[in-house]
């Protein structure tokens, strides 16, 4: 029964149509989920995906096993809503898209102790559409730059600032003087710097450009000194306070904006409205008090 191990693997493709971003979702390599769908289908012995122009698509048989395994997943959901909800004092399970965990909520997690000592956070690395009841999650903070569920209660944490951020010896070179620092994109944000120009009306000058897979790597990349990154004020809040990045233009706001969500009235909790107040204030902190501040 070790292939049962999998079906995680398989269900999360099944739902995205997608390896890749099932690897995205349980942070895995597209390889190895592409392993263990296959060692499943020779367990099975059929096909659960058809493969075609770099895409892929359920077979009957792996419409059969997705129905199945999404009811089992559900049924166990619930399962362990009803085992967590016994408990009266358990710590809230807030999902958080990675980038924002990892460069900015989790150094901060340590504030929240020592003034909230009597709520627990636990971190769930996740991005995208949430389905409460299939998480486990009690409050997910997401960026609005997708349709939320009209169920969800959803209250605004911060404004999205963005803008160029460099490493301070390349900040001359973007500002006009010199050649400039190489362009850095985000497949996850394809159209980010485009937005931004238009946001901010400025015009920079061409050059060289590279890609990367996910914002975060662009911000590394840029903290490293190969290039200038269009990056979230937010994301960028530590490395910009210590002068380890650069904002030569400043910061303007994109029209969007980071969320809160929770699948029940947050003011109706004392524990989620403390959350979501920790989580403005400190947000607000590091957000600047006009468009052209720069760093």
Known sequence: MHWLGAIRFFEAAARHGSF?????????????????IRQLEEVLGTPLFERRNRAVHLTDAGR???????????????????IRAGSRARALVLSCEPTIAMRWLIPRL????ASHPDIEVHLLAAGGPIDFSRSGADLALRRNDFP??????????VPEWVGPVCRPDLAAGLAGEGAPPPRLHTRTRPDAWAAWQRASGAT???GAEAWYEHFYLSLQAAAAGLGCALASRLMAADELADRRLAAPFGFVRDGSA?????????????RRAAVLDWLRAQAHACQPAAAGLAE
């Open 20 to 36: 890749v971003r099932a690897a995205e979702e349980l942070h895995l390599t597209h390889g190895a989920v592409s392993r263990q």
């Open 64 to 82: 059969t096993l997705q129905a199945a395994a999404s009811q089992s997943l559900e049924l166990l959901a619930a399962a362990a809503e009803r």
């Open 110 to 113: 340590p504030l929240l102790a």
């Open 148 to 157: 939320f569920d009209a169920r969800l209660h959803v209250a605004e944490v």
């Open 204 to 206: 920079l000058r061409p």
């Open 258 to 270: 980071y969320c809160l969500l929770s699948p029940r009235p947050i003011d109706g909790d004392p």
